[in-house]
Structure formats: structure tokens, C-alpha cells
């Protein structure tokens, strides 16, 4: 069959499909994210990855969402990129790192009976500055230099949202049940909400204990998805930041968890989770 060889991979239930850029050409990207990532008439996915050649790094990943716009990066599909490159024998080294339209991040594999089985990667700073999440500049807003409960109207309710970029905008908003939410109505909502002019991904957190909340998560441009790694990372900084967790936290998901640790002595957020392999396939084209 003639098409595109791709690989189909998760993590935490974050599925996207692979496509090694150093042997295929790709000429519409947001056009096949659209095509291939319908989980009726496509193979399915939440967005599609292109593992492409970089210059400042051992690879680039240009992400795209299942609507076909095009993201800056996610910590589930950085570290399904690391086990990807290591696998194929592209690069056979502990440390890959992967150049993101959000910088450069160090993905560590983790390894179990020989194989990878997972990764941790440092997603750097988080970004609190209202301008580089980005939320609409008012006059009030441009004097703080942190988001964090800020009230937030959206269809008639006013929700406590911690606002910061993880390399991409997020909406933290903590909530007593997750599983009640009816996220069809409110996740779109918080996404196109005019607070943020880039749209935002929004995670609804319940904490559970010093060391562990729930997510429900609804992502730009892809909808509800299983897991978010870069949600996850905004979510244990914005936990931490209201007192309620430590440095470490477990964000369990809705088919698996993640550990985020914010590291005090270099201000980095770390994200550890599984990777997996799910299939190869020939999408034709």
C-alpha cells in the first residue's frame, strides 16, 4: 500500500500519531492532523507529531492538534518522541533532547527489562507573566505578575482560575467534584473565552491530598483528552502555589498518572509518565 508510514503511540491515554520527518515529507500537516486523528474515518488520535530534523537539537516535533491547528509542544508526546528515536535506533542515548516551538526539552528515558518504558522531562520555568501566557492586558491585569484565583466569569458562573504557560496557556480552575462537570459545555467556553486570545487549555483539579490531585482536562483544539502533560505540570504548580500540595505531586488521570515535581533549587517543573507504543501502520494518502 502506498502512503505514510506512521506510528501510532501514548502516554497516560494522550494518543498521537507519529510520522518520522527524516524519511517523509508531510506538505500539509494541519490538513492530515485533521484526516488521520478522526476516530471514525481516520486511524484516530488526539493530533498528530512530525519527528523532523533540527539544528539545536537531536530532533524538532511540530505538533498539531485534531482540529489541524498547530500547538507548541506537549509533555506526553515529548516523551513518546524519546522512546520513539531511541527504539528506531535514530539516537541511542539516555538523554534525547527535542527542540519545541516552546524551546528545547531534556527528555531522560526510563527504562524497564532492557526497553523504554517511560520518560522524565524537564519542561523548564513556569511562565506566570499575564503577557507571555497570554490573557487580555487590562490595566489591572498588567500590574500583577501572577494569576493566581482570579475570578472569571464564564456562562453566568464565576470560577477562581490560576492562570500560567508551561510553553503553552493554561486555565487552572479547582473544583470540589470532576467526574460531574459536564466539560462538553464548559470546556469550549474556557478555550474560546476572550480572556484568552491564543484560546487555553483547561484543567479542573480536586485536590485529594498534600500529594495527589484528579484532572479532567480539556485541550485546545482537541477537546476532553485521557491525559495532558503540560496540563499536569500547570495544574501541580498552581496546586502548590494555593498551599495545598508539596513540591511532588501525583496528577491522576483518567487512565493513568503522572508525577510533576517543581524543583525549588532551579525553579524547573519535572514530568515523569509512561510511553508507549500502540501500532505501526501505512496511512494512504
Not at 140 to 153: D, K, Q, T, V
Not at 218 to 226: D, N, Q, S, V
Amino acid at each position: 500500500m502506498e502512503g505514510l508510514s506512521f506510528t501510532k503511540m501514548q502516554g497516560a491515554g494522550n494518543d498521537y500519531i507519529y510520522i518520522n520527518g527524516f524519511v517523509q515529507h508531510v506538505s500539509n500537516p494541519g490538513e492530515l492532523a485533521k484526516r488521520i486523528s478522526d476516530r471514525h474515518f481516520g486511524v484516530g488520535s488526539d493530533g498528530l507529531v512530525l519527528i523532523l530534523p533540527s539544528g539545536i537539537a537531536d530532533v524538532r516535533m511540530r505538533m498539531f492538534n485534531a482540529d489541524g491547528s498547530e500547538a507548541e509542544m506537549c509533555g506526553n508526546a515529548v516523551r513518546c518522541i524519546g522512546k520513539y528515536v531511541f527504539d528506531r535506533g535514530l539516537f541511542a542515548k539516555e538523554l534525547v533532547r527535542v527542540e519545541t516551538a516552546a524551546g528545547v526539552k531534556i527528555v531522560r528515558l526510563l527504562f524497564e527489562s532492557g526497553a523504554v518504558c517511560g520518560a522524565v522531562v524537564d519542561m523548564g520555568e513556569p511562565i506566570f507573566a499575564p503577557e507571555a501566557i497570554p490573557v487580555r492586558t487590562t490595566p489591572e491585569i498588567a500590574g500583577m505578575h501572577r494569576i493566581a484565583g482570579h475570578p472569571l466569569e464564564v456562562a453566568g458562573t464565576t470560577y477562581a482560575v490560576t492562570a500560567l504557560s508551561m510553553g503553552n496557556p493554561h486555565a487552572v480552575v479547582f473544583v470540589d467534584d470532576v467526574d460531574g462537570l459536564d466539560l462538553e459545555r464548559l470546556g469550549p467556553l474556557f478555550e474560546h473565552h476572550p480572556f484568552f486570545p491564543q484560546r487555553v487549555n483547561t484543567e479542573f483539579i480536586h485536590v485529594l491530598s498534600s500529594e495527589k490531585v484528579r484532572m479532567r482536562v480539556w485541550e485546545r483544539g482537541a477537546g476532553e483528552t485521557l491525559a495532558c502533560g503540560s496540563g499536569a505540570c500547570a495544574a501541580a504548580v498552581a496546586s502548590i502555589l494555593g498551599g495545598f500540595t508539596g513540591r511532588a505531586v501525583e496528577v491522576q488521570l483518567k487512565r493513568g498518572a503522572l508525577g510533576i515535581k517543581w524543583d525549588e533549587s532551579d525553579g524547573h517543573v519535572y514530568l515523569k509518565g509512561d510511553a508507549v507504543t500502540v501500532f505501526d501502520g501505512v496511512y494512504p494518502v
